[in-house]
């Protein structure tokens, strides 16, 4: 579906089509269930939890107001708020599964300039993983739907300014995460000798 096809079917949609709402339904339901999954860990949920955002759009397509936004957007910000409904009731956080999800050649700019070969992809992993949800969920955004700072703001309830923010502290945080596992994971004698020092005192009963 071509960018003027989508905002005729957005405009039928609103007048009460049900047949072009089901064109948008089937635009995005696979990206919709990917984030929701990620967001969530589970398919069971997944896959409620997206019919529930799609009946919410149905229900609610006649008040959608046109911002410049792509719709998309609007329907990414239904999922963001069934999610996170969803993990108040349940008093957990879950980890996101970043595996499939976050790409591996992200284009880092200066000071957080790093670059990331495919051997660095499980450090990569795991120091995503330790972020916050909310982190983890910005760079599903960023880098997985290529969102801009302004559509990742509508969606996760933010100013653009605070999503810049909150990705430059990501990136930071990654960056600090990375160099410490990489110095974990170098041998000992590649390692400054004070840093030696620290593990073998560590290791010491």
Do not use: C
Not at 84 to 105: K, M, Q, V, Y
């Amino acid at each position: 579906m071509t960018e003027p096809d989508e905002q005729a079917a957005l405009s039928q949609a609103i007048a009460g089509d049900r047949e072009a709402f089901g064109l948008l339904y089937e635009r995005y339901v696979a990206r919709i269930y990917n984030y929701v999954y990620y967001r969530t860990g589970n398919s069971h949920d997944a896959e409620d939890l997206t019919a529930r955002v799609f009946y919410r759009a149905m229900h609610h397509i006649r008040q959608y107001q046109d911002r410049g936004l792509p719709v998309s957007a609007w329907l990414y910000r239904i999922a963001h708020n069934l999610v996170a409904n969803w993990h108040r009731d349940r008093g957990r956080r879950t980890e996101i599964p970043l595996d499939d999800a976050l790409p591996f050649s992200i284009p880092i700019e200066h000071p957080e300039s790093m670059l990331l070969q495919s051997e660095e992809r499980e450090r990569l992993l795991h120091a995503a993983r330790r972020l916050p949800a909310e982190r983890q969920q910005l760079l599903i955004l960023k880098f997985v739907e290529h969102f801009s700072n302004a559509e990742i703001g509508q969606i996760m309830g933010r100013t653009e300014g605070a999503v810049k923010s909150l990705y430059h502290r990501t990136l930071m945080a990654l960056r600090d995460d990375l160099v410490t596992l990489v110095a974990d994971d170098e041998p000992e004698e590649k390692q400054p000798s004070h840093q030696a020092e620290l593990r073998q005192g560590k290791e010491k009963p």
